[in-house]
């Protein structure tokens, strides 16, 4: 691997307390953070080990998964805030499920807590990243409103669903391609935002920056995990759904639904993957047993020295 291929950033020194206390340690060795350069095979592993992860707790993963789309789905139906508390409570939420699978990942207690160990630890750089993807949505549906009039911004404010002339025409055409672009590319930029914010204790810029260093880095990988995914996954088991459709009424949708079960917890432990592939996972500082008191070693001797 050559020089160019590895990014590194030094991750912050530790807490000196305001009161002359003893140094606060964090739970997590500072090493510095390297950004990989991975095999375009890779893009298709990490479809296959996000479903490993997956078979190894499918009740667990798919509880976290869920629990963490109903609390933003009912964060975007809150009256009068819902629009912005939803993108604000996404990075928290996402990183408690990609917490889940670094303990399915690792072996360790699964609890359902975990959904929520974001918002314990590093709760004010999370909000921060999510009323700035609040931002950069808002702005982006705003700007649209100056090429079709406001049609997509009603569609997904207000879940107002324009008629056919109104799908067919220029304007929405040339805006829904603007619109996709940019909010793709956003997508690319937050994508690693949770888990390097969580992980390695970035601020929300410099998140964002090995965010879009890791994706563009990886583009390779990237391209062919979203070809084995739309390929291999949706068309695949689109054309078995309409074949049971026609075969057996009902089978199809009830295909569809043990499908959507599995998929959607397997996408979110494949990001999992993606990230601790390209970024690595820092390591746990070994706790060092403190130097016993002097005198009471002495103490210990002369006790054994007398039994």
Request: proline share 7%; glycine share 8%.
């Amino acid at each position: 691997m050559s020089n160019n291929d590895i990014t590194e950033i030094d991750l912050p020194p530790k807490i000196q307390p305001q009161d002359g206390g003893s140094q606060l340690h964090y739970p997590f060795e500072p090493r510095p953070l390297k950004v990989r350069r991975v095999p375009i095979r890779h893009g298709w592993y990490w479809l296959i080990e996000g479903f490993t992860l997956w078979i190894r707790s499918p009740a667990f993963l798919s509880f976290l998964a869920f629990s963490c789309i109903f609390g933003i789905l009912v964060a975007l139906v809150t009256p009068y805030i819902g629009e912005l508390l939803g993108p604000v409570l996404y990075p928290g939420l996402m990183l408690g499920v990609f917490n889940g699978c670094r303990a399915i990942d690792r072996r360790r207690k699964l609890s359902p807590g975990l959904l929520f160990t974001g918002f314990r630890r590093h709760a004010y750089d999370l909000l921060l990243a999510g009323f700035c993807n609040y931002i950069v949505i808002t702005a982006v549906l705003l700007g649209s409103r100056l090429i079709d009039g406001g049609i997509i911004w009603q569609a997904l404010m207000y879940a107002e669903i324009p008629d056919m002339v109104v799908l067919a025409s220029p304007s929405f055409r040339y805006s829904l391609i603007i619109t996709s672009i940019l909010l793709t590319l956003w997508g690319v930029i937050y994508l690693f935002v949770p888990q390097l914010i969580g992980w390695w204790r970035l601020s929300v810029p410099k998140a964002l920056l090995f965010s879009l260093k890791g994706c563009l880095v990886n583009w390779l990988p990237f391209l062919a995990y979203a070809f084995c995914f739309s390929f291999f996954v949706c068309m695949l088991v689109a054309l078995v759904i309409n074949f049971l459709q026609l075969t057996i009424e009902g089978l199809g949708v009830l295909v569809c639904t043990v499908f959507l079960l599995i998929i959607i917890p397997t996408l979110f432990a494949s990001f999992y993957v993606a990230a601790r592939d390209i970024f690595g996972l820092p390591r746990r500082r070994k706790h060092k047993r403190r130097p016993s008191d002097p005198e009471q070693a002495e103490q210990k001797k002369h006790r054994a020295r007398a039994a």
